[in-house]
């Protein structure tokens, strides 16, 4: 919205007064300008050109030193920033696989001869198992999630127009899944490629998804463990997933569950290290 007021017209007024009108001559010139333009002296105009001129190559220099060569109106920085973000995603996924592969190695040279009793051996796989690092089988549904086309409209009458963060997963979305599923009796959850445990946190930043050191772009798929009929009866009744399939309806945003029968759900592979702020000394 832009507001106008009425201004008064430049020139619009009567020119008449003191130093407005045209001074006449009567074809002599003082003394002191005479004087002036006789000695040569330095017109303010001439100042104020070669001072301009100065400013100018102040601030051609000023670019070139910070281009240093480059082209500095793209967005060749930001670029080589998702780059990065992107390598080092990856590169986090490898971490995680060779750290999973020699703890399989450990935990099987452990197993050889530990010392412990058959007891002992049952409750820490028990353990293991409760703690999401351990393969997991069993009946499993998938979720999937989606942003809405880019062009969506309100498809059923008395909704407004879409806003631009009608149309993307958010993170309680994400979050509303995944609680929904832990309340119908999931026995593992596993959200892109990597599986949940106790101290997984689900996280947005913009339109992109980081979980535990990763970043993954939609569409998002969720995949429990567990009794097929009470998972899809939990995503049911959940009054925040409610919500979102107002949004799946009206802009069309993405939602799919499919039962996928038996799987195995991988084990978690990355560090089960609580991480906690301390402080400097």
């Keep these: 919205m832009s507001n106008s007021a009425d201004s008064p017209e430049a020139g619009s007024g009567d020119s008449s007064g003191p130093g407005s009108g045209t001074a006449e001559s009567d074809g002599s010139s003082s003394p002191a300008t005479g004087d002036a333009s006789a000695r040569g002296g330095v017109r303010p105009v001439r100042v104020l050109t070669v001072g301009v001129f100065a400013l100018a190559g102040l601030i051609f ?27 080092r995603s990856h590169k986090n996924g490898q971490l995680d696989e060779s750290n999973g592969a020699l703890r399989d190695d450990v935990e099987a040279l452990a197993e050889r001869d530990d010392g412990s009793t058959e007891a002992e051996d049952a409750r820490l796989t028990a353990l293991e198992k409760n703690a999401g690092t351990q393969r997991l089988k069993g009946q499993a ?10 062009n969506a409209t309100a498809k059923l009458p008395g909704y407004p127009e879409p806003q631009p963060d009608y149309l993307v997963i958010h993170q309680q979305d994400l979050q509303a899944v995944v609680n929904a599923l832990w309340l119908g009796g999931a026995k593992g959850i596993k959200v892109m490629d990597q599986r949940l445990i106790s101290t997984s946190a689900v996280r ?5 998804l980081i979980l535990q ?7 998002y798929k969720i995949q429990a463990v567990g009794d097929p009929e009470k998972l899809q009866k ?9 919500n979102y399939m107002v949004y799946v309806n009206v802009y069309g945003l993405g ?27």
Excluded: H
């Design 61 to 87: 220099f000023a670019s070139f030193d910070t281009a240093k060569g480059t082209n500095i109106r793209t967005d060749a920085s930001l670029l080589k920033l998702s780059d990065l973000i992107q390598e």
């Design 141 to 150: 549904i998938t979720v999937t999630l989606n942003d809405a086309p880019p």
């Design 204 to 208: 947005c930043v913009g339109n992109t």
């Design 213 to 219: 050191g990763r970043v993954y772009s939609p569409p």
């Design 234 to 242: 939990a995503l049911a009744e959940s009054k925040a997933i409610q």
């Design 255 to 281: 939602w799919k569950v499919t039962e996928d029968g038996p799987v195995t759900l991988p084990g978690y592979s990355g560090t089960v290290d609580l991480q906690y702020a301390k402080p400097v000394e």
